[in-house]
């Protein structure tokens, strides 16, 4: 009777199922002990505890569909704004592309101008580069002198800094050159649009021009 139980058991709970077999045969005080052992393990939750989780999932879920409303809301009311936007931005491509006589010469022209950007942005590195070290030198002179002045050896040696080309602008200079060199053997120009870095007549800073 016994082994049919343990059978039993063992095929329904595996061998946790045995495991309770094994408890049930201990009688009342075998279960009041483990039941005091899980209770002092925090195992067993109280009906208090466990209504105190639900409403807190319930809350989580409350809040969780109170922010998916208002992100439903915003993006529904600016959606109107972002077709507005985004079908200006195709109809500026499309002329762009049209304007600069075909796809493939438009993204030359683009190409070129992150050139452009590139070098530009090369040059403002290097001049403050030069800057910075032509500022340093006035500190180090200042100190060389007022070291002779103070006779103090260590002032007295410092030496200014040399400066020096990063290289950056020849690199997107470069960069540019075989670029070109490489269009006009695929297309067969002699001739590619130039970006013009001269500034607007209005005033107003040039970002890209073709001319």
């Known amino acids: 009777?016994?082994?049919?139980?343990?059978?039993?058991?063992?095929?329904?709970?595996?061998?946790?199922?045995?495991?309770?077999?094994?408890?049930?045969?201990?009688?009342?005080?075998?279960?009041?002990?483990?039941?005091?052992?899980?209770?002092?393990?925090?195992?067993?939750?109280?009906?208090?505890?466990?209504?105190?989780?639900?409403?807190?999932?319930?809350?989580?879920?409350?809040?969780?569909?109170?922010?998916?409303?208002?992100?439903?809301?915003?993006?529904?009311?600016?959606?109107?704004?972002?077709?507005?936007?985004a079908d200006r931005i195709r109809t500026n491509v499309v002329d762009a592309i049209k304007d600069a006589g075909g796809i493939e010469q438009f993204c030359r022209n683009l190409a070129l101008t992150i050139i452009d950007i590139f070098e530009r942005g090369a040059e403002a590195i290097q001049t403050f580069t030069n800057e910075t070290i032509r500022q340093l030198n006035r500190v180090i002179e200042f100190s060389r002198e007022l070291g002779e002045a103070l006779?103090?050896?260590?002032?007295?040696?410092?030496?200014?800094?040399?400066?020096?080309?990063?290289?950056?602008?020849?690199?997107?200079?470069?960069?540019?050159?075989k670029y070109k060199q490489q269009a006009r053997h695929s297309i067969g120009q002699t001739n590619l649009p130039k970006i013009s870095k001269k500034p607007a007549k209005n005033g107003k800073p040039l970002l890209i021009k073709f001319c």
């Open 151 to 177: 006779n103090i050896d260590w002032a007295k040696k410092l030496e200014p800094l040399d400066q020096k080309d990063l290289g950056l602008v020849g690199v997107f200079e470069m960069l540019e050159k």
């Open 1 to 85: 009777m016994r082994g049919d139980r343990v059978r039993l058991a063992f095929k329904l709970f595996d061998s946790e199922g045995v495991a309770f077999i094994n408890t049930l045969q201990g009688g009342t005080a075998a279960l009041q002990e483990m039941f005091d052992e899980v209770d002092d393990l925090g195992v067993v939750l109280s009906a208090k505890a466990v209504k105190g989780v639900e409403d807190a999932n319930d809350s989580f879920v409350k809040l969780t569909s109170l922010f998916r409303g208002v992100r439903d809301s915003i993006v529904s009311s600016l959606a109107p704004a972002f077709r507005t936007f």
